[in-house]
């Protein structure tokens, strides 16, 4: 569910698509609809809610992408791939008025927080006559001594690697700034352990732009599907995020570190607005479950085959209903491990870190 969110294009329009592609690599088009599914049935569950909203949003999930895809099997190829949601459209289709006015301002919020206008006065300084970041550690911060200039130097041979990555016309814009400073940066818990980046970028002008660095490993798939067609993982990431999404950043592109580490690289916070799941109510959360199932659908037409897969799911309901159940009982299954994990985690058997305050 988290993995859906709303972001500008390059043509500064709010869509509503997939955002996060770690993990891309080819699967079962079914996988991705349990998981969305069972994601459903657990939001419900943390926010308190009926038990038939549970299975409803399973099922809207399921009922949405099937008609979707359905409709896909009869559109040209070209019109799948120029299809899109439009986040107003997303907005307009939530029935509940509080809520609505909520994301709306959220969104114009998310709109005026832009690179030169929000990100750079608050993220960076200027020091000896230089912009360098903020440190505001542990979540932004620099390494220290030699190793500080060694990663700038590993940062600006990377950037040689990264530049070949992107279209003509991009690296012409690219080359237009230059490495002002780079530090390390917390980011998501789906990314610990991994190294994450920024990047400031300064034209002549002191014009910002500022990169996001993102270690990519191999998929947690690969041992079920086999090994990417990529030797490069942030190749892996950017390729499915080319495929899959309706319309991605200008600057993204991967690259590699002289340690050998793969990274992936995209604009920091180009408009986005994020999900606030915990203020949903039942018929809200059925409401976003059958917008995310067209994302997904749209996703799957771009990247596998429409008819293909409309023709498996024929125009009935059943296959609504099995998806559902599989998402109950396999969130029933999600929450006794997780409490497994919990008792394990309190009577010290799992060995736990301290809280960092992130």
């Known amino acids: 569910m988290l993995n859906f969110g709303a972001f500008a294009t390059p043509e500064r329009n709010i869509i509503f698509d997939l955002n996060d592609f770690d993990e891309t690599l080819p699967a079962p088009w079914e996988w991705d609809i349990k998981r969305l599914a069972v994601s459903f049935v657990l939001a419900v569950r943390d926010n308190g809610l009926?038990?038939?909203?549970?299975?409803?949003a399973a099922e809207a999930v399921a009922r949405a992408y099937r008609k979707k895809m359905l409709e896909y099997s009869k559109k040209s190829i070209l019109d799948?791939?120029?299809?899109?949601?439009?986040?107003?459209a997303v907005i307009e289709?939530?029935?509940?008025?509080?809520?609505?006015?909520?994301i709306k301002a959220k969104t114009e919020k998310a709109i005026k927080r832009t690179i030169q206008?929000?990100?750079f006065p608050?993220?960076?300084?200027?020091?000896?006559?230089?912009?360098?970041?903020?440190?505001?550690?542990?979540?932004?911060?620099?390494?220290?001594?030699?190793?500080?200039?060694?990663?700038?130097?590993?940062?600006l041979d990377a950037f040689a690697i990264y530049r070949q990555s992107l279209q003509d016309d991009k690296q012409r814009l690219f080359d237009r700034y230059k490495l002002s400073d780079v530090a390390i940066k917390v980011v998501g818990v789906g990314s610990v352990g991994t190294c994450c980046a920024v990047a400031l970028m300064l034209a002549p002008d002191t014009e910002p732009l500022i990169l996001q660095l993102k270690e990519a490993r191999a998929s947690v798939l690969e041992p079920y599907c086999g090994k990417s067609e990529f030797e490069n993982h942030g190749q892996r990431v950017v390729a499915g995020q080319r495929i899959i999404q309706s319309a991605s950043d200008i600057f993204l592109g991967w690259t590699?570190?002289?340690?050998?580490?793969?990274?992936?690289?995209?604009?920091?916070?180009?408009?986005?607005?994020?999900?606030?799941?915990?203020?949903?109510?039942?018929?809200?959360?059925?409401?976003?479950?059958?917008?995310?199932?067209?994302?997904?659908?749209r996703a799957h037409a771009r990247s596998g085959d429409a008819a293909v897969i409309s023709g498996y799911l024929s125009e009935e309901g059943t296959f609504d209903e099995a998806v559902g159940s599989f998402a109950v009982s396999y969130a029933n299954q999600a929450e006794e491990d997780y409490e497994l994990f919990?008792?394990?985690?309190?009577?010290?058997r799992l060995p736990v870190a301290e809280d960092l305050g992130l």
Request: one cysteine or more; glycine letters at 8%.
């Open 50 to 56: 009926k038990d038939k909203y549970a299975q409803g």
């Open 80 to 88: 799948i791939w120029y299809d899109r949601i439009d986040w107003e």
């Open 93 to 102: 289709k939530t029935s509940d008025p509080e809520l609505q006015k909520k």
């Open 117 to 119: 206008g929000h990100y």
């Open 122 to 155: 608050k993220m960076s300084e200027l020091h000896d006559g230089r912009y360098i970041f903020k440190d505001s550690p542990p979540a932004l911060y620099h390494l220290k001594g030699e190793e500080s200039e060694k990663f700038r130097q590993d940062t």
């Open 256 to 297: 590699k570190f002289g340690d050998g580490r793969h990274f992936y690289l995209r604009q920091l916070r180009d408009g986005k607005v994020k999900l606030e799941p915990d203020l949903w109510d039942g018929p809200r959360m059925i409401e976003i479950a059958e917008i995310m199932g067209t994302v997904l659908a």
């Open 342 to 348: 919990a008792r394990a985690c309190k009577s010290g």
